[in-house]
């Protein structure tokens, strides 16, 4: 299944030739797969990731989202949806900002996801991967905002805010909470990974941006 979701999206962007303008391919699309990176203060940059592994002991034990140094693996490939129990939007239409969407691991087809449960390291809110085959419920649903400007649509390479649509908090990651040995264990599967989590503000934490990907256009 995993190989499946992703040679899928290859033969979609094979099929659907960009006949639009320059200026439209600068957006992020329906039905994309794409990297959605966060950058450090440093420079460093991680990109948000998941696999099937568990964090057990801590928080809802549901699938762990982080934000991975890797930036070369499919773990971190995301599909860009409709939002839950909504009309699924049309493939390589724009997303307009202040759209409800679903994002769905590729790997794995369970949605990024979040709810009234503390993270692990942060104590803050909990993200997680969550749902079947793509479907889960109402807290997999995110807006997408601009961190500046007047655009209207999401557009690639700039830094964008994706706000929690059931709790009102952001997506947010940093390197002050990252799994180590002292806090995961010297067999931790997410090592040097950061925590993803979901918090009130609006700030260089919750700032990321989407660079890469398999962009579909009509």
Same mark, same amino acid.
């Given at each position: 299944?995993?190989?499946?979701?992703?040679f899928?999206?290859?033969?979609?962007?094979?099929?659907?030739?960009?006949?639009?303008?320059?200026?439209?391919?600068?957006?992020v699309?329906?039905?994309?797969?794409? $990297?959605?990176?966060?950058? !450090?203060?440093?420079?460093s !940059?991680?990109n948000?990731?998941?696999?099937?592994h568990?964090m057990?002991?801590?928080?809802?034990?549901?699938?762990?989202?982080? %934000?991975?140094?890797?930036? %070369? $693996?499919?773990?971190?490939?995301?599909?860009?949806?409709?939002? =839950?129990?909504?009309?699924p939007?049309?493939?390589?239409? $724009?997303?307009?900002?202040g759209s409800?969407?679903? /994002?769905? =691991?590729?790997n794995?087809?369970?949605?990024?996801?979040? =709810?009234?449960?503390?993270?692990?390291?942060?104590?803050?809110? *909990?993200?997680?991967g969550?749902?079947?085959?793509?479907e889960?419920?109402?807290g997999?649903?995110?807006?997408?905002?601009?961190?500046?400007?007047s !655009?209207k649509f999401? !557009? $690639?390479?700039?830094?964008?805010?994706?706000? +929690?649509?059931?709790?009102?908090?952001? /997506?947010? %990651?940093?390197?002050?909470?990252?799994?180590?040995?002292?806090?995961c264990? +010297?067999?931790?599967p997410?090592?040097? +990974?950061? *925590?993803?989590?979901?918090?009130?503000s609006?700030?260089s934490?919750?700032?990321?941006k989407?660079?890469?990907?398999?962009?579909?256009? =009509?």
């Amino acid at each position: 299944m995993k190989t499946n979701s992703f040679f899928l999206i290859i033969a979609l962007a094979l099929v659907f030739t960009i006949v639009a303008g320059d200026d439209d391919t600068k957006y992020v699309t329906c039905g994309s797969a794409v $990297k959605i990176t966060h950058a !450090e203060g440093n420079g460093s !940059e991680y990109n948000l990731a998941s696999d099937n592994h568990h964090m057990n002991g801590s928080g809802s034990g549901q699938q762990l989202v982080t %934000s991975s140094p890797d930036l %070369s $693996k499919t773990s971190s490939l995301w599909m860009v949806r409709s939002a =839950h129990a909504t009309k699924p939007c049309n493939v390589g239409d $724009k997303i307009p900002y202040g759209s409800r969407i679903r /994002l769905t =691991h590729l790997n794995t087809n369970s949605n990024l996801h979040s =709810h009234l449960v503390r993270s692990p390291l942060s104590n803050q809110q *909990e993200v997680s991967g969550y749902g079947n085959s793509g479907e889960g419920d109402s807290g997999d649903d995110w807006v997408v905002q601009p961190a500046r400007g007047s !655009e209207k649509f999401w !557009e $690639k390479d700039q830094f964008v805010y994706f706000q +929690h649509a059931d709790t009102g908090m952001y /997506l947010g %990651s940093t390197e002050q909470a990252q799994f180590t040995t002292r806090n995961c264990g +010297h067999n931790c599967p997410v090592m040097n +990974h950061l *925590e993803v989590f979901a918090r009130k503000s609006k700030d260089s934490f919750t700032k990321w941006k989407t660079s890469v990907g398999v962009f579909l256009y =009509h």
